[in-house]
């Protein structure tokens, strides 16, 4: 398995929006994210690390206004943290190796998938089409994403 991580690199080529995101635990507007419609068949990966974190064949359209996946494509790539910050307790999501906010993870997500919405920031994500996935080390991930 490759090794995932957080690199001064990596933190370098980062916009200023995914850097706010990924490392100051901030929030693209809703609507606002490039990734938000996409739906050709591949995987999500931490902008930083490069972990996977996402497959297309769990992403859906949940009205939220940011990209939302109703599991983890590797789950132990992905930490679940107790979030108290703006007078709510919720559960925030962070890439594993890299350390990376993404986004929260609540419990109204479709109930046939497990009922939960990883609610994901477009900017803490890369995504990787399928067509690319061997080329880019992800090929064990293959048999994860449906082709639509």
Not at 120 to 126: Q, W
């Amino acid at each position: 398995m490759p090794s995932y991580q957080k690199s001064e690199e990596a933190i370098a080529r980062l916009t200023p929006e995914q850097f706010h995101v990924t490392q100051r635990n901030g929030t693209e507007r809703p609507g606002t994210g490039e990734l938000l419609y996409n739906k050709e068949a591949g995987i999500y990966v931490d902008i930083v690390s490069g972990e996977p974190l996402f497959a297309s064949s769990d992403k859906y359209e949940s009205g939220c206004g940011w990209p939302s996946f109703t599991k983890p494509i590797e789950p132990a790539n992905v930490a679940e943290l107790t979030d108290r910050t703006h007078g709510m307790v919720r559960t925030e999501v962070r890439s594993t190796h890299g350390d990376s906010h993404l986004g929260h993870v609540f419990d109204d997500g479709p109930r046939d998938r497990g009922g939960l919405r990883y609610c994901i920031n477009s900017a803490s994500l890369r995504f990787v089409p399928k067509s690319e996935m061997e080329a880019q080390g992800y090929g064990a991930y293959l048999d994860q994403v449906e082709t639509r």
